[in-house]
């Protein structure tokens, strides 16, 4: 069984949550013009990794939220859970955690940056999972 921390909750059973898809997958700009292939692609077709994934889940027995959490396929390890809205803040190809501009911000007030405006160290990813 699967302890999952609700982010407004705090960790929960799993039969207390529902399972919501792959996280990230973005609407189609004009749905009416894809084709019949286009739209089932889109209904139906999800990635199936092995390891690290970002998936969406509702706590239905609890606050009734939706939130993305970062499971591994293997170990069904959930290794971060994180606001729906927001970028995965782990790199899930290699699992390493995705330097954010708050980050960036946090070093330079602890003495952490080069002191200059400079950003060309910081290498910040931002593309989106999935589609």
Not at 58 to 77: I, M, P, Q
Not at 78 to 104: F, K, N
Not at 107 to 118: F, I, K, L
Request: proline residues 5%; negative net charge.
């Amino acid at each position: 069984m699967l302890l999952i921390e609700c982010p407004n909750c705090g960790p929960r059973d799993e039969t207390e949550f529902h399972y919501g898809g792959q996280a990230h997958v973005a609407y189609p700009e004009d749905p009416y013009a894809l084709t019949d292939k286009e739209w089932a692609e889109y209904l139906f077709y999800r990635d199936n990794t092995r390891g690290l994934y970002a998936e969406r889940w509702s706590h239905s027995l609890g606050c009734r939220k939706w939130f993305n959490a970062v499971r591994d396929t293997v170990t069904y390890e959930i290794t971060t859970v994180y606001p729906m809205g927001q970028p995965c803040p782990v790199d899930l190809r290699t699992g390493e955690r995705i330097r954010t501009a708050a980050d960036s911000g946090s070093d330079a007030e602890a003495g952490g940056g080069s002191g200059g405006s400079s950003n060309s160290a910081d290498t910040t990813i931002e593309s989106e999972v999935g589609r």
